[in-house]
């Protein structure tokens, strides 16, 4: 079952080059959204991504509403902080979107109000910390989501 991970707005070239190599080694697709906090280029995503990189099934979008426009209609789940149900809740389904915002601010607000019938979060334990590194909050996701399917 191959699924999709979405970055909106990613910041931080190291995570975006880990959650590359992460989608390679899930068999997903990585969506990005621009604008982008790095350029692709950058060395950081590329050591991140290490030399598996060309590898990844790649497709990039000019903004949210490129994005929206061609998989609107699609199985979307999105990941915040502001969700009400757990991860662990998903149904997941086969080509399923899994949407994340961008590091310092997660997803727009439109979508957190859009769309809180797909709204889901990891929990947290500690009021210490609003949020968990987007690359390690993609993993839990989307190996939930391989594991489910397996089942």
Same mark, same amino acid.
């Given at each position: 079952m191959a699924f999709n991970i979405v970055l909106i707005e990613p910041?931080?070239? +190291?995570n975006t080059g880990n959650i590359g190599r992460l989608s390679l080694a899930s068999g997903a +697709?990585?969506?990005l959204v621009k604008p982008f906090g790095f350029e692709l #280029?950058?060395?950081r995503v590329k050591?991140?991504?290490l030399d598996y990189w060309q590898h990844l099934d $790649?497709?990039?979008y000019e903004n949210i509403d490129e994005?929206? #426009?061609m998989h609107g209609d699609k199985k979307l789940v999105f990941l915040s902080s502001h969700g009400t149900k757990e991860y662990w809740n998903i149904p997941y389904s086969e080509s399923m979107y899994f949407v994340f915002g961008k590091e310092s601010v997660g997803l727009p607000k439109n979508l957190i109000e859009t769309q809180q019938d797909n709204l889901y979060k990891i929990p $947290?334990?500690?009021e210490h910390i609003r949020s968990l590194n987007l690359a390690n909050a993609v993993s839990i996701v989307i190996y939930d989501a391989i594991r489910a399917s397996a089942n």
């Open positions: 910041e931080i070239p +190291t +697709t990585l969506h #280029s950058d060395k050591r991140a991504g $790649l497709k990039i994005f929206l #426009s $947290l334990y500690s």
